[in-house]
DNA sequence: AAGTTCCACAACCGCGCGTCT
DNA sequence: GAGACGCGCGGTTGTGGAACT
């Protein structure tokens, strides 16, 4: 079968994000949720491919998303779980609230692997040389172990972008409605309603543009999938139910 | 102070899987 | 059953900053 690319490369940016195209995405987002990665930027006014944005949510912008040093319990859950797993990351980062998989994946490639590596590396002389680690190697080893807890900023130690709910579980409660209103302490504060403006440039005339859309694309979503979150306020709401939406990601996105 | 190397992490890419038509 | 599509995953790369010479 030939695979459609994922998006038409023509014209779309690559790259670092801007703060700009980050409060884009967020405000996007958090107001109307993921229905559909592939559409998305061009609704939220972005030159990215939706895949990009994908990326970027999940890895960076989403709330309750754990950023900085690891804990030691932290790394031993990575530890053990990549011995029975392997490199299933996602499947790692499921059992570590906050965390992402392409930063779990990140921190094994540059902590955990040559840590393991020079474990097993000194165990190996040990059983060779019936306990006659040398001064050095004991050096080398302390190091390595002074190295990864030193390298650990105090100031970012255990720095978390998090709502104040991040007690809870990472995937939040559909109910908690409020969770995106109490985010702060993070970029999320620099979201305004001057923020959707851009969105208005996508308006028609007739004021049905947020169906039109959905209903030309074959727009499906499962009733379970989505709560409607309307409000009357917005200059997006036309009096049907069928526009504006909160989308509840049950798998990672929380409430939209 | 300038140049080089190393490291950490954000982002991209390709593939596989599931679902729909 | 085949094709199209969207999403998620894992591997890899690019880049900015820190550390070192």
Known sequence: MVRTPCCDKTGLK?????PEEDRKLMAYVT?????????LPKFAGLQRCGKSCRL???NYLRPNIKRGNYSKEEEETIISLHETLGNRWSAIAAQLPGRTDNEIKNHWHTNLKKRLRNKSGQEAKEMSSDDDLSQNDRNQEKDTEETDISTQDPATSNQIIES??????????SSD??????????DWDLISDNDFAFLEAYEVPS???????????DYFMPDDYMAPLVDPDSPFFDGEIS???AFIDMEDCNLY
């Open 14 to 18: 690559k790259g670092a994000w801007t």
């Open 31 to 39: 107001r109307y949720g993921c229905w559909n990665w592939r559409q």
């Open 56 to 58: 970027r949510w999940l």
């Open 164 to 173: 104040p709910t991040s007690t809870m579980s990472p995937q939040a409660s």
């Open 177 to 186: 409605i409020s969770t995106i209103e109490n985010i702060a302490a993070t």
């Open 207 to 217: 004021g049905n543009f947020w169906t039109e859309p959905f209903l030309s694309d």
């Open 243 to 245: 526009t504006p939406f």
